[in-house]
Nanobody, 117 residues
Framework: QGQLVESGGGLVQPGGSLTLSCAISTISFRDFHVAWYRQAPGKERDLVAMIRADSTTTYAHSVKGRFTISRDNGRMMVYLQMNSLRPEDTAVYYC???????????WGQGTQVTVSS
């Protein structure tokens, strides 16, 4: 069974930066696609960025050019570097890990990001 623990959320002013981290405990981490989702109050949980097992990436249009997702297979960590933050980026951010064969799907508990002056 896998476990995900997010960290790095907090309060930041518009235009500021934050880096979220996701520590993943599972067998064969290299065979997992990992993504960050976010959910604002009253809204659905949406995909923010994904890094696949082969390290290719996908970004939501709203964060492209501002956010960067990366992974460290040796440390079993995934990061989300967020720059030029906007108030509309305020949400709970969740880490998700899904195995390539679709058998396993894990979620973290979420970390709050608040962008406000």
């Amino acid at each position: 069974q896998g476990q995900l623990v997010e960290s790095g959320g907090g309060l930041v002013q518009p235009g500021g930066s934050l880096t979220l981290s996701c520590a993943i405990s599972t067998i064969s981490f290299r065979d997992f696609h990992v993504a960050w989702y976010r959910q604002a109050p009253g809204k659905e949980r949406d995909l923010v960025a994904m890094i696949r097992a082969d390290s290719t990436t996908t970004y939501a249009h709203s964060v492209k050019g501002r956010f960067t997702i990366s992974r460290d297979n040796g440390r079993m960590m995934v990061y989300l570097q967020m720059n030029s933050l906007r108030p509309e980026d305020t949400a709970v951010y969740y880490c998700n890990a899904k195995s390539r064969n679709g058998q396993w799907n894990y979620w973290g508990q979420g970390t709050q990001v608040t962008v406000s002056s």
